[in-house]
C-alpha cells in the first residue's frame, strides 16, 4: 500500500505537468477540464488527474463548488440506477460494483483542499474554496482519482466487445435559480445536467485499441505498449469515449463535417454512416450548422437502445441487421438531433426532460418527413407517438411533463410522457403556427441558447418572440 505522502506526490506532479501543458487555454472565458487518463484493459480502471480551471460565471459569490461522482452509483447492487427489470441486461454476466475513489484535492502549488464526499449516496463531492470567488473569477484546483468500470452493458461499463467510458470523471454541478443541482443518479431518463466547458485531455491505452470520442484526437504516440492521444474538446458539455480493439472505421463528410461509424458488421456499420450523414445534413439545413468539426456513432454493447453525448453516441449492436435497419436508421435520427438538443442547447434534464426529449423525438419525426415524404412521417408518428397517447389527456395533472425523474412511475410512464407526449406538443405547435413559423422558432431557439442552458419558459418565450402572441396558454394546457 502506498504512503499517503506518495499519493499526493504523485497528484501535485501530475497537476502542474498538466497545468503546463495546458497553458496555452488559460485565457478561455470557460472553465476547463484538463485530464491525464491511463485506462487499463485488464483491470478495467483508470487512473486519473484532472485540473479543474473554473470560472464562476453565476450571479453570486462562492465559497464551495460541488461535484458529481457519477461512478459511485454503480458500486451497490441494491442501489445500481436500474429497475429490477433491467439488472440481468444490464449485468448479463454477473454484478460487480463501478467507482471512483478520490485520491485528494489540491488549489495552486501544494495547498491541500477541504474537501467531504456525501455519506449517504458517495455522488456528490463538495470542495470547500480557499476564499469567496466572485462572478467572473476564476480558481484551479487538482483532483486524483481512480475509476473502476463495472461489468454492464450501459452507459457506463463494458461488455464482449466494447468498453463504455462515461460520466466517469469528476464534473461541476451546475448552479441555477435552484441553487447547486445535486440530483442522484436516476434509474429513469438522463439524470445529467451540466455547464458547456472546455476539455483537454490526454488518454492513454493499450496499443491497437480503437478510441470513439467526444472532440477531435490531435495526436497519437505510441510509448512503449500504450498508445497516447491528445484530444481537444472545447465548447462541449460533457466528455466521454467508447473503447474497442475490435472496431471498423469509416468515414464520410457533411459539410465539412467528418463524420465517423464505429462498427463490427460490414453491412449496417455502412447503412449507419449513411444515416448519420443524413441526419447531419438535414439537421444543418433546417435547425442550424451543427459546430463541431467530427461527429461518430458507435456500435456498442449498449442494451439500451441508444445514447447521446457531445460528438458521439453509442447505439445497440443489436440494431445492426437486416431485419432491424429501420429502427438502426430511427434511432441513429434521433440520438443525432440531441447533438442539438441537449448537446449545444442544454437543459436540465433531471426536472424538464421533456425540453430535450421532446423536441428530440419530433425532430426525428421531421428526418422521417424529409427523406420518406408526410404520408410515412405521419405514419410514423401515429405508430411510434399519438398511438399511445388515446389514454392520456393534456388536462390530466398526473400526465404532467414538467417534474423530476423520480416522480415517474416506470420507463413506460417516463417514455409516453416525456418522449411521446412531448413530442405531441411541438406536432401541435407547428400545426397552430405554420410550417414557417415553426422553423423560425426551432431556429432562434438555437441561435438564442446555443451553448447555454434553456428552460421551458425561454423556449415558450422564443414562440411568443416569433409568432408575436401570447402563447402560454397552449403550454400550459399540455404541461401541466
Known amino acids: 500500500m502506498k504512503s499517503k505522502k506518495y499519493i499526493w506526490l504523485v497528484i501535485l506532479v501530475a497537476a502542474i505537468g498538466l497545468l503546463i501543458y495546458f497553458a496555452p487555454i488559460k485565457n478561455s472565458n470557460r472553465t476547463v477540464y484538463n485530464?491525464?487518463?491511463?485506462y487499463n484493459d485488464k483491470d478495467k480502471t483508470i487512473i486519473g488527474t484532472e485540473v479543474v480551471d473554473f470560472i464562476n460565471t453565476y450571479d453570486v459569490n462562492l465559497s464551495e463548488v460541488y461535484m458529481h461522482l457519477y461512478p459511485n452509483a454503480f458500486k451497490d447492487k441494491s442501489k445500481v440506477p436500474f429497475t429490477k427489470?433491467?439488472?440481468?441486461?444490464?449485468?448479463?454476466?454477473?454484478?460487480?460494483?463501478?467507482?471512483?475513489?478520490?485520491?485528494?484535492?489540491?488549489?495552486?502549488?501544494?495547498?491541500?483542499?477541504?474537501?467531504?464526499?456525501?455519506?449517504?449516496?458517495?455522488?456528490?463531492?463538495?470542495?470547500?474554496?480557499?476564499?469567496?470567488?466572485?462572478?467572473?473569477?476564476?480558481?484551479?484546483?487538482a483532483i486524483g482519482f481512480k475509476v473502476q468500470i463495472p461489468p454492464s452493458c450501459g452507459r457506463f461499463g463494458y461488455?464482449?466487445?466494447?468498453?463504455?467510458?462515461?460520466?466517469?470523471?469528476?464534473?461541476?454541478?451546475?448552479?441555477?435559480?435552484?441553487?447547486?443541482?445535486?440530483?442522484?443518479?436516476?434509474?429513469?431518463?438522463?439524470?445529467?445536467?451540466?455547464?458547456?466547458?472546455?476539455?483537454?485531455?490526454?488518454?492513454?491505452?493499450?496499443?491497437?485499441?480503437?478510441?470513439?470520442?467526444?472532440?477531435?484526437?490531435?495526436?497519437?504516440?505510441?510509448?512503449?505498449?500504450?498508445?497516447?492521444?491528445?484530444?481537444?474538446?472545447?465548447?462541449?458539455?460533457?466528455?466521454?469515449?467508447?473503447?474497442?480493439?475490435?472496431?471498423?472505421?469509416?468515414?464520410?463528410?457533411?459539410?465539412?463535417?467528418?463524420?465517423?461509424?464505429?462498427?463490427?458488421?460490414?453491412?449496417?456499420?455502412?447503412?449507419?454512416?449513411?444515416?448519420?450523414?443524413?441526419?447531419?445534413?438535414?439537421?444543418?439545413?433546417?435547425?442550424?450548422?451543427?459546430p463541431y468539426k467530427e461527429y461518430s456513432v458507435v456500435e456498442s454493447d449498449f442494451y439500451m437502445g441508444g445514447m447521446e453525448y457531445p460528438n458521439l453516441v453509442f447505439i445497440s449492436k443489436d440494431l445492426y441487421s437486416k431485419d432491424n435497419l429501420f429502427n438502426l436508421e430511427y434511432v441513429i435520427a434521433h440520438e443525432t438531433a440531441h447533438q442539438w438538443w441537449y448537446g449545444v442547447v442544454g437543459n436540465n434534464e433531471v426536472r424538464e426532460a421533456w425540453l430535450d426529449e421532446g423536441l428530440t423525438e419530433y425532430t426525428t419525426i421531421m428526418y422521417i418527413e424529409r427523406y420518406y415524404g408526410k404520408a410515412t412521417a405521419d405514419a410514423v408518428f401515429k405508430s411510434i407517438i399519438s398511438g399511445e397517447f388515446y389514454k392520456f389527456s393534456k388536462t390530466n395533472k398526473d400526465d404532467g411533463m414538467v417534474k423530476t425523474l423520480g416522480q415517474f412511475k416506470d420507463w413506460n410512464d417516463y417514455t409516453n410522457i416525456v418522449y411521446n407526449k412531448g413530442a405531441m406538443v411541438f406536432n401541435e405547435l407547428r400545426n397552430l403556427i405554420g410550417d414557417e413559423k415553426f422553423k423560425e422558432v426551432l431556429d432562434k431557439y438555437y441561435s438564442d441558447y446555443k451553448y447555454k442552458n434553456a428552460t421551458t419558459q425561454n423556449l415558450i418565450d422564443v414562440v411568443d418572440s416569433v409568432t408575436g402572441k401570447d402563447t402560454g396558454g397552449f403550454f400550459e394546457e399540455w404541461l401541466d
Open 35 to 38: 485530464m491525464d487518463l491511463k
Open 85 to 141: 427489470e433491467e439488472i440481468g441486461l444490464a449485468y448479463p454476466n454477473g454484478f460487480k460494483p463501478g467507482y471512483i475513489e478520490i485520491n485528494g484535492v489540491t488549489f495552486g502549488k501544494n495547498e491541500k483542499a477541504t474537501y467531504s464526499i456525501d455519506q449517504k449516496t458517495g455522488e456528490i463531492l463538495k470542495i470547500l474554496l480557499p476564499k469567496k470567488l466572485e462572478k467572473g473569477d476564476r480558481i484551479s484546483f
Open 159 to 290: 461488455g464482449n466487445n466494447t468498453i463504455q467510458v462515461t460520466n466517469f470523471y469528476p464534473i461541476l454541478s451546475v448552479y441555477d435559480q435552484n441553487g447547486w443541482n445535486n440530483d442522484p443518479y436516476y434509474a429513469l431518463g438522463d439524470p445529467f445536467y451540466s455547464d458547456v466547458s472546455n476539455y483537454k485531455v490526454k488518454l492513454a491505452v493499450p496499443k491497437g485499441m480503437e478510441v470513439a470520442t467526444t472532440g477531435v484526437v490531435k495526436s497519437k504516440a505510441r510509448q512503449g505498449d500504450m498508445d497516447v492521444l491528445t484530444i481537444d474538446a472545447p465548447n462541449v458539455r460533457d466528455f466521454a469515449v467508447v473503447m474497442s480493439s475490435k472496431f471498423k472505421v469509416a468515414e464520410g463528410d457533411v459539410d465539412g463535417i467528418k463524420v465517423k461509424s464505429y462498427y463490427f458488421d460490414e453491412d449496417s456499420g455502412l447503412k449507419a454512416l449513411k444515416y448519420a450523414q443524413d441526419a447531419i445534413r438535414f439537421y444543418n439545413s433546417y435547425i442550424g450548422k451543427y
